[in-house]
């Protein structure tokens, strides 16, 4: 394998340790590393080989993997998965190629979208699409300890948080129960987008795709140290419900 479509283990045993650091959780490894040689430590990285060493790659091998996985999936030759290989594979951890937040709607499935096998898809779901706290700790987690070198913020037409959020802001509706904080998160885009031309429910739902990838892109020093190596790309896209497609937007 090409040096950069390579992985590099012990940037990952420095990020694993960053990030534990940083969240202070687990408190027993890091008792183990702290006590550990750096050279032993190093090495048992390097003999360690990942779960799934073809997701191992660049950020620019991930994304022409995805879209390509998108397109089988459009036109219908999806692979076969043989699901009981890939959960045994796997049982000794998860190494995904990409992180997807996308939105908790029932017709969009990022794992069929993309058609990936169990172990390649790290999958952060909330309706609207939009970085939450918890969200954005997820994919901190993705990136500095399992190593995703991707992150698709993934939106789609006929969403309804953008539909009850543009009902908010146009119409002052106010939603029971807890949907209201759906609605407030998605006000910044929709507000932008108010008085553009075309339809305002896809050009809000474009913008929210914008916004979350340029959150993400400077919400965090995991992530945008990350993205300041070369070892992480983020983008958006929208998920065209009719055919299938992902259109990248951001």
């Known amino acids: 394998m090409c040096e ?12 694993r340790r960053r990030f534990l650091r940083l969240a202070g959780l687990g408190a027993g490894a890091l008792l183990l590393t702290s006590a550990l040689p ?8 390097e003999t360690a080989a990942p779960p799934k060493p073809q997701n191992s790659i660049s950020p620019e091998m991930a994304l022409k993997r995805l879209m390509e996985g998108n397109e089988r999936y459009v036109t219908g030759a999806s692979k076969t998965h043989d699901f009981k290989a890939e959960r045994e594979a796997l049982v000794s951890g998860q190494n995904p190629f990409v992180a997807v937040l996308s939105c908790s709607d029932s017709r969009i499935a990022p ?13 952060i779901r909330v309706a609207g699409n939009f970085v939450t706290d918890e969200g954005l700790a997820s994919l901190e987690y993705g990136v500095a300890v399992l190593g995703a070198p991707l992150i698709l913020v993934l939106g789609h037409e006929s969403c309804g948080a953008i539909s009850a959020g543009i009902k908010a802001v146009k119409d002052h509706t106010v939603f029971p129960g807890h949907i209201p904080k759906l609605t407030d998160a998605l006000k910044p885009a929709i507000e932008k987008v108010l008085h553009e031309p075309g339809s305002l429910m896809d050009n809000a739902t474009a913008q929210n795709v914008k916004d979350s990838v340029k959150r993400l892109k400077n919400a965090s020093p995991l992530l945008t140290d990350a993205l300041g190596k070369g070892t992480l790309n983020i983008v958006g896209g929208v998920y065209r419900l009719a055919t299938g497609k992902v259109e990248l937007i951001a």
């Open 111 to 123: 794992e069929y979208a993309f058609d990936t096998a169990r172990g390649d898809l790290f999958a």
């Open 38 to 45: 750096d050279n032993i430590i190093q090495a048992a990285e």
């Open 4 to 15: 950069s479509c390579d992985s590099n283990p012990l940037q990952h045993a420095s990020g």
